[in-house]
Nanobody, 120 residues
């Protein structure tokens, strides 16, 4: 069982930055692929970014490429999402996910979410 707890969300003006964190409870953190998803009101959950267990591979949604950066600190069992040049359309509830395989909307472990609101 993996418990994930997100933090770092908040209200920011367009063009600003936020860094989200997701702390995991498992001692086998190094084995998991990790990712971030988001869900805006009335919309489906969508993929944002992912990072492989060995940090070699990262991938991003087209909408955030060049603005967001995903990283992980295995010693701290934490995954981060640095979000720069934020836009109002980035407003959503952001979730982290963990999976022994690639993270997808059907991944096994999820956090409770942290709200990001970008004002224009």
């Amino acid at each position: 069982q993996v418990q994930l707890v997100e933090s770092g969300g908040g209200l920011v003006q367009a063009g600003g930055s936020l860094r989200l964190s997701c702390a995991a409870s498992t001692r086998t953190f190094n084995s998991y692929h990790l990712g971030w998803f988001r869900q805006a009101p009335g919309k489906e959950r969508e993929f944002v970014a992912a990072i492989s267990w060995n940090v070699i591979s990262t991938r991003y949604a087209d909408s955030v490429k060049g603005r967001f950066n995903i990283s992980r600190d295995n010693a701290k069992r934490t995954v981060y999402l640095q979000m720069n040049s934020l836009k109002p359309e980035d407003t959503a509830l952001y979730f982290c996910a963990a999976d022994l395989n690639y993270v997808t909307p059907r991944s096994t472990y999820w956090g409770q979410g942290t709200q990001v609101t970008v004002s224009s």
